[in-house]
């Protein structure tokens, strides 16, 4: 399933080396803004059982030639055919390069490749650029009512669902 640019490739994760920039570019962010919560170690600690094993995958995006993964996705799944949208970063000396842009297009089209018939995603109203990415991927905002999970991050101020 690789999804290739002339500036990027992705494709789902297949190492613990991939793993270890996973966490480590999603360590990097919600450290910087928010505070790591218990739910986040558990998860960027263990992706391949977390994530992967019940159904959901993790997208790396990786500099051609270098390898070097310089942005990453998670798929989580959950009952129903529902999917999240979750654990987006990309490094910051990439940004700007419309890396965040090719994964969530990868990420819908790996969704609806596992049979998905929802996909929401929360965010926070700090990340104006990632909101902006969303919005202009068919993503509306909704309320907490309409998520699919009762229990859910408390960072996250916004919630959206693909239409």
């Known amino acids: 399933m690789p999804y290739t640019s002339a500036?990027?490739?992705?494709?789902?994760?297949a190492s613990q080396s991939d793993a270890d920039a996973f966490r480590a570019l999603n360590e990097?962010?919600?450290?910087?803004?928010?505070?790591l919560q218990e739910e986040?170690?558990?998860?960027?600690g263990d992706p391949f059982g977390r994530i992967v094993?019940?159904?959901?995958?993790?997208?790396?995006?990786?500099e051609p030639g270098s390898g070097t993964v310089v942005g990453c996705v998670?798929?989580?799944?959950?009952p129903d055919a529902v999917f999240e949208?979750?654990?987006m970063a990309v490094a910051p000396a990439a940004q700007?390069?419309?890396?965040?842009?090719?994964?969530?297009?990868?990420?819908?089209?790996r969704a609806q490749?596992?049979?998905?018939?929802?996909?929401?995603?929360?965010?926070?109203?700090?990340?104006?650029p990632a909101i902006h990415l969303y919005e202009e991927a068919g993503f509306v905002r909704i309320t907490r009512d309409r998520l699919p999970v009762a229990d859910y991050y408390a960072r996250a101020d916004i919630l959206m669902e693909l239409k």
């Open 28 to 35: 990097e962010w919600i450290s910087r803004l928010f505070t």
């Open 74 to 78: 998670a798929l989580l799944a959950y």
């Open 53 to 62: 094993g019940p159904g959901g995958d993790v997208l790396l995006a990786c």
């Open 85 to 87: 949208l979750a654990k």
């Open 40 to 44: 986040d170690r558990a998860v960027l």
């Open 7 to 13: 500036s990027i490739e992705v494709s789902s994760i």
């Open 113 to 128: 490749a596992l049979g998905g018939a929802r996909l929401f995603l929360g965010t926070n109203s700090k990340l104006a």
């Open 96 to 109: 700007g390069r419309g890396i965040g842009r090719q994964l969530v297009a990868a990420v819908i089209d």
